[in-house]
Structures are given as structure tokens and as C-alpha cells.
């Protein structure tokens, strides 16, 4: 009866502790920033972006910055518009032409706009 009630004492412990773990630990959150956009743009440019990667990033909406889900927003219809994914396995570029072009566009006026965000900080 003693090896039951130790046994079982030790059980609740234990089963107690890993309750209060996964009651104090917070759920984790991904934060898109400007920084991750344009280094995905710049990937996608280089054409060393995967389609894993590029619907990883641009697939999860941005609640903390309007600018940036608009942004987001755009690139994703870039890449429904212009989108080559069938090349990609190929080792070619991820958009065509004209979606090269706009991507390259969008990429400067977020850049442009996070500089300008930054410096207004300071």
C-alpha cells in the first residue's frame, strides 16, 4: 500500500509539474518584419528562394503593420500573376519578366519606406 501511495504521489508530482511548464510558457509568435521581406525579395530576385519558402513568408498574414500586409498582399499577387513555380525546380527564376520587374519595384519602395521609418525614429 506504501509503493501505491509513493508511486502514485510521484505520478501527480509529476504530472502537476508539467502542467504548470505548459501553463507558464507563452505561445510562440512569428513578427514578419520589413527586414524578412526584403531579404525574401532579394532571394526571389537571385532566384535562390525556394516556393517552400516563399509561401512560408508571404502565406502568413502581418496583423501588426498595415504597410507591410499590403505589401505582403502584392507579392503574393505577383506571384499568382507572374509566378513560374514549374521553373523553379529547373533552377530558373521564380517570376517571369514583368514579375521580375514589379517585384524589383516593390522591393526599393519597401526598402525606401523602412529607411525612411527608421530614420523618422531617430
Known sequence: MALYLLVLGVCLLVIGCVFLALMSVG??????????????FDKALESQVSETEWNTIIGYPIRH?????NTRRRAMHLMDTHGRRWQLAQGKSLLN??????LTVLRD????????????QR
Open 97 to 102: 519578366q514583368e514579375g521580375h520587374a514589379e
Open 27 to 40: 505561445t510562440p509568435r512569428y513578427r514578419t518584419e520589413a527586414n524578412d521581406l526584403i531579404a525574401l
Open 65 to 69: 503593420d498595415e504597410y507591410l500586409e
Open 109 to 120: 519602395h519597401l526598402a525606401a519606406h523602412t529607411a525612411l521609418r527608421e530614420s523618422q
